[in-house]
């Protein structure tokens, strides 16, 4: 059989997270979307298209390592087997069972900087830079730092708990953003179904589209390459 869909197969992957947390949006429902992420750029703009519609303060974070195919496909089919009317649920619980800690492929350890000092950011990194700690990434976040690293001896920054807490298997900050949906009243092109959907990013930039209708965008013979070229307007905006 010609299988057009068949991916090429990867020993391991990151898993890029959405989560709608109940502390920053205390009167809606926690929500978490995840998304296996093969090219990190498409999976990216995926996972954002999947909320885009649903309102709510929205943080994005990244898997700290790679999770293991092959140990996560064992879990997998060990579960189908107890469990087998679960089969509906199989993509949300593959996921799972990447995110599990025994399908860890890698050995990465996240610093977590709960304050928004900078001296003590600093402190951290001259300790790590000393001790000749490889560190991979270096990201601002919401409340502090976060600081992706290789394996190392946590009696390192033993003394700076808990503003400084280090975690062997964890998610580093993407980004955080609001979705707000407004009503701009009737589009006359699309028999009044007009609405549009507002992004307002934590990091300062904004996406606005006041007046202008989804659906056909105001212009009345709008095609499926007109939208598909908005869409795509959306994201380099954002």
């Excluded at 498409?42 to 519609?53: N, Q, S």
């Excluded at 860890?104 to 350890?109: I, L, M, P, R, V």
């Excluded at 700076?160 to 900050?173: K, N, Q, S």
């Amino acid at each position: 059989m010609d299988d057009r869909e068949r991916l090429e197969k990867s020993k391991a992957v990151h898993i890029l997270m959405a989560l709608r947390r109940k502390k920053e949006n205390r009167q809606v429902q926690e929500l978490c979307f995840r998304q296996v992420v093969r090219d990190e750029e498409v999976d990216l703009r995926i996972l954002r298209e999947r909320i885009k519609d649903i309102e709510g303060v929205w943080r994005i974070y990244h898997t700290v390592n790679r999770r293991d195919v092959d140990k996560a496909l064992k879990l997998l089919m060990k579960h189908m087997i107890d469990r087998p009317e679960d089969a509906y649920r199989l993509t949300s619980i593959w996921k799972t069972c990447l995110m599990k800690p025994t399908s860890k492929y890698e050995k990465n350890f996240l610093i977590d900087i709960d304050s928004e000092s900078k001296d003590l950011r600093d402190e951290v990194l001259e300790g790590l830079k000393t001790s000749e700690i490889k560190i991979f990434k270096r990201i601002r976040t919401p409340n502090g730092f976060h600081i992706v690293t290789e394996k190392f001896d946590t009696r390192l920054l033993v003394h700076l708990r808990p503003t400084v807490e280090i975690h062997r298997d964890r998610y580093y900050f993407v980004k955080k953003f609001t979705i707000k949906k407004k009503i701009v009243g009737n589009c006359p092109e699309c028999d009044g179904r007009g609405s549009y959907t507002e992004t307002s990013y934590e990091d300062g930039g904004k996406v606005d589209f006041t007046g202008v209708c989804p659906l056909c965008r105001g212009t009345k013979n709008a095609t499926l390459e007109d939208k598909k070229k908005w869409e795509d307007e959306i994201y380099e905006r954002s």
